[in-house]
């Protein structure tokens, strides 16, 4: 982690300007083709879910404004985030959210999600994850397909944390096809970083198992 001189900052004047606004806050939702990673998932026997949180997270490290988080009066870059997301054990119909640190190789993490859900005997976060903001916030609907969400939050102009989410996926012109949504601050992201992070999340979703 390092602290940003915001006087240098090559954003500061967006920064600046965006802070001024009552609710900076903004959210796209978009598809992607998830038919790879359908396959990929199915024949490796692993959590489309947890294998889609993994890979979001990698691509989302490497686009340094997902990275900033405010706090107070000062900003610092984050070397990493950890993924925070709900999930819902077999016969419930209430959420959970748990914490699962990235782990370098994705039949690993898949495997340590399980662990972690397995483990959680209480619904929301830990007091000690509560308080964090180097995460990623992650929720799936997977009932239905959406074409727009948008997310809860206590109001407060500092929040950075990035928050992702998809619907159930659908078959197009034998395609997987998937609706995605992001919802960020723009104090520290414009959409020129969302397209960026799409860039590298489609990369991901291509690549998977070559």
Avoid at 102 to 130: G, N, Q, V, W
């Amino acid at each position: 982690m390092r602290y940003i001189d915001i006087a240098s900052w090559d954003r500061r004047e967006h920064f600046e300007f965006f802070s001024t606004i009552d609710v900076p806050f903004y959210s796209v939702t978009l598809e992607l083709d998830v038919t790879n990673l359908r396959r990929f998932t199915s024949e490796n026997k692993l959590s489309f879910y947890y294998s889609m949180i993994y890979l979001c997270t990698k691509a989302m490290h490497r686009v340094e404004n997902f990275m900033y988080r405010i706090r107070g009066d000062k900003v610092v870059l984050l070397d990493k985030a950890d993924p925070s997301f709900t999930f819902m054990k077999p016969g419930e119909e209430l959420f959970r959210y748990t914490v699962c640190k990235l782990t370098e190789d994705i039949f690993e993490y898949s495997r340590a999600c399980a662990e972690a859900a397995a483990k959680k005997d209480f619904y929301m976060d830990a007091p000690e994850d509560a308080v964090r903001d180097d995460l990623i916030y992650f929720t799936c609907i997977p009932w239905f397909s959406f074409t727009s969400l948008t997310h809860e939050y206590c109001f407060n102009k500092d929040d950075t944390i990035p928050r992702l989410a998809w619907g159930k996926y659908f078959e197009r012109d034998g395609r997987t096809i998937m609706n995605f949504s992001i919802q960020t601050n723009h104090r520290v992201v414009d959409g020129y970083h969302i397209g960026k992070f799409v860039e590298e999340l489609n990369r991901e979703l291509e690549n998977i198992g070559s």
